[in-house]
């Protein structure tokens, strides 16, 4: 990547704009995630990011690394979760090397960043074992409260990076058709599709609401099935052997 990882450190954190969001989403996808696969499986996690995922995987599975390039990220990531199993590797997605192959693998929330997804897409098929699934989660640029706002005239562009995602150091949303194409383009064959997250107001407003837990949840559970909708997408892919 481009620029310095460790620039983006303090939106990892609770003080956050969009914390409320991001508490919501990392509480829900590590654990479909695991609903959907066996703790028996090796998985290679890409970024720790806010480090809850990094966690809660390196506590179900077998045998769980985790790449990142941010020391301070990593010490972070040390630092709050002591007791972690993970086996963590200091460097870029872009120069990993690994004679170890796994049956997951999951890019939770990384593509937005850096500079050359397809690059890392196809880099990372050689590190899947056989019948291995790829998970891909990303930001829907074109999101149900997204779509409200365009309409409204408050929203231009439903693509456009908000600030949320400049203190993130995102360099990209996506639509489900965009990383649908990006995903075929690399060698892979989508096998499930799925939303995360279906929210119909903006973060503040949500907030406002003081919404009970329940029905934060069931945003989630609903989001499942619709995610041309919700704020992020949730991907489960595999190596096509066509395409080595």
């Not at 028996?40 to 599975?61: A, K, Q, V």
């Not at 890392?120 to 998970?135: I, T």
């Not at 595999?238 to 395409?243: G, V």
Request: proline content about 4%; glycine content about 8%.
């Amino acid at each position: 990547m481009s620029n310095n990882l460790d620039t983006f450190i303090g939106a990892y954190g609770g003080n956050f704009s969009y914390a409320f969001d991001n508490d919501i989403m990392l509480n829900w996808y590590p654990q479909r995630i695991m609903e959907l696969t066996q703790a028996s499986d090796t998985l290679l996690e890409l970024g720790i990011g806010h480090g809850f995922t990094s966690d809660r995987f390196s506590r179900h599975y077998q045998r769980h690394v985790v790449i990142d390039g941010s020391p301070s990220v990593i010490a972070q990531f040390n630092e709050q979760f002591p007791e972690h199993k993970a086996e963590v590797v200091e460097g870029y997605f872009e120069n990993f090397e690994s004679d170890a192959l796994f049956d997951l693998i999951v890019m939770g929330f990384v593509l937005e960043h850096v500079d050359d997804p397809a690059l890392v897409l196809k880099r990372f098929k050689r590190y899947l074992a056989p019948g291995g699934r790829l998970f891909v989660l990303v930001p829907n640029g074109e999101s149900l409260h997204r779509r409200f706002g365009h309409a409204a005239g408050l929203l231009p562009d439903m693509m456009a990076l908000g600030q949320g995602d400049h203190e993130l150091g995102h360099q990209r949303l996506y639509s489900k058709h965009s990383l649908s194409e990006e995903l075929e383009q690399a060698g892979y064959h989508i096998v499930r599709t799925e939303g995360l997250f279906l929210k119909p107001l903006t973060t503040s407003q949500m907030m406002k609401l003081e919404l009970d837990q329940r029905i934060t949840q069931a945003m989630c559970t609903v989001g499942i099935d619709y995610p041309e909708l919700s704020c992020a997408l949730l991907f489960e892919a595999k190596a096509d052997a066509q395409h080595p």
